[in-house]
């Protein structure tokens, strides 16, 4: 007769083979299907081009990175005009006054129904309807959580915003970026940062398939919220909060989108060469972007909801890097302001609370690498090397990418890839 542990064992062990079955298909579907287009280039969707954009940005976008190859570690030129201002009236955040655990344990949030009384509510598109409707509920609990993962003294945090559905995209950092070492001496950490599967036959499936997942690697935090477009912002306030409950000894945290190539070598050496003071906050920045108002549009956004003429300067959610004591202001910051349907805006948002000005490095690509698609340089591996973040890889491709730049890689034209471009 089996015992129970024995019975226990086999379940667990088929439960895994099951897993690692369903990443492999997966994984292979993707190679297949992907061949041929690497890179998918978003342009800047985000922003409203005709109009906008500072007259220089444009011309820094093209002229790039490789003109000043020594000078490459530097932000860029009229960011050092806009240096970190003076903070002004902010609560000091003691040691003390962060709990060590996290403290929500219910998600009973019912809909804000006094809205629909409302004449600018009722005239809003469906989603906008809902992300009202629910803007008050600020925290859920946790489904999946690893207090652990900061413990000790943690030179760079990484989290990766992904879904339930996306374990070939995780599989991949894992092996890449993301693989967690000491460099130096210096530790990296790796997290992935998930909400509930948002449609039900999601949930029926990768559910379970999430759990065993976390049961191997041990480096989910899941929410239990929907993870819905417009949820990420709640990701945002999530991560902050758990960040600022169990995260004390974190020097820097890099965030990012789990398709985006990240060199951490780049990383270190960027932290290494600057001399950055206090309030590091870099990225693909974007100054002066105006909302959008075209209804098609993914970041659509109604004047009810923004009606100012330009967002605060922002940086591009596909991966940017931050010091550990900001992301911890962060969060007070964050807790007080009210909910904005668009993540990255949003923590442009509190940054204009704290009076911190994000840096523009060009090293982050977050918004694609050149508009035309069939460009030579999307597909350069010298250009990966110099990079920090390129955005967007399938992981098949991040793959390839990721062993071409880490072999001897001999990079001598760098001029000449960026006249094809
Ligand atoms: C959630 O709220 C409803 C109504 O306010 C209440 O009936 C229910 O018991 C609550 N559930 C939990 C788990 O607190
Ligand atoms: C709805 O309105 C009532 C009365 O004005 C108020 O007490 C309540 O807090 C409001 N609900 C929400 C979710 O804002
Ligand atoms: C965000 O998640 C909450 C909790 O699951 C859900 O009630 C709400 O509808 C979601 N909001 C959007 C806009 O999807
Ligand atoms: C813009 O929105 C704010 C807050 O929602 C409101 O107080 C203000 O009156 C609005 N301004 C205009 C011009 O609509
Ligand atoms: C895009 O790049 C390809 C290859 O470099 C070139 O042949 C093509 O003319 C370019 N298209 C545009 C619109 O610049």
Known sequence: MMKNRDRWRLYKSMSVMFFLIVVAVTVVQRTGINRGVPFELESLAR??????VEPGAALEKKAGFYQDIKGFWKVSKHQQQSKVQATVHEPRITEDSSPRAWDVTSSNCSANLNLSSQDWFRGLEGNFKQFMLYRHCRYFPMLLNHPEKCTGDIYLLMVIKSVATQHDRREVIRKTWGKERVVDGKKIKTLFLLGKPSNDAERANHQKLVEYEDYIYGDILEWDFLDSF?????????????????????????KGDDDVFVSVENIFEFLESSSHEKNLFVGDVIFKAKPIRKKENKYYIPHALYNKTFYPPYAGGGGFLIDGTLARRLHWVADTLELYPIDDVFLGMCLEVLHVMPVKHNAFKTFGLVKNKSSK??????????????????????????KMVNTDLVCTQKAEILRIA
Do not use: A, Q
């Not at 250009?383 to 399938?394: A, R, Y």
């Open 230 to 254: 417009f949820n990420l912002t709640l990701k945002e306030t999530h991560f902050l909060k758990w960040f600022h409950t169990y995260c004390t000894r974190v020097h820097y945290v890099f």
């Open 47 to 52: 922003m409203d081009v005709s109009g906008g």
């Open 377 to 402: 340089l999307n597909r350069e591996p010298c250009f990966f090397k110099s990079m920090i973040v390129v955005h967007k890889l399938l992981p098949s491709d991040l793959l390839h990418m990721w």
